[in-house]
């Protein structure tokens, strides 16, 4: 799911055009200063058993964050993601929806930062 999530993402002509390949699983390395870019983490999840054991099928909880030098910047990118993922079906995905969308400080506590991030949780049903 991971890789067809950022391959997904990647043939986004509005992705690319804003983040380049800049979609990082976790946290972007420190050699990469550029911004705007995504980070994904999958959060949670559950898998689907029928009575003969797993039918093959996840559903997935992925939170995308988008870091950005200004608001703008970070918003523009975030609604590309959510263009080029929202609703999406075909390939591995049964279905990928956006669940909710929430603006954070870039920096965890302690931390002093001045870029701008947005959150957004998208559930992903997918093939195992």
Known sequence: MEEALVALLLNAAGVTALVSTRIYWGR???ADPARPYVVLQ???G?????????????ASR???DVYGDTYTSTKQATRAAVTALSGHR???FQGIFIDS????????????TNFFRTSVDI???HKN
Not at 101 to 112: H, M, N, S, W, Y
């Open 28 to 30: 972007k390395p420190q």
């Open 42 to 44: 999958r959060v949670g």
């Open 101 to 112: 969308e929430r603006d954070l400080p870039a920096a965890d506590a302690g931390e002093v």
């Open 46 to 58: 559950s898998r689907d058993y029928h009575s003969q054991g797993p039918s093959g099928y996840v």
């Open 90 to 92: 075909g390939g591995i």
């Open 62 to 64: 992925v939170q995308l």
């Open 123 to 125: 559930i992903v049903h």
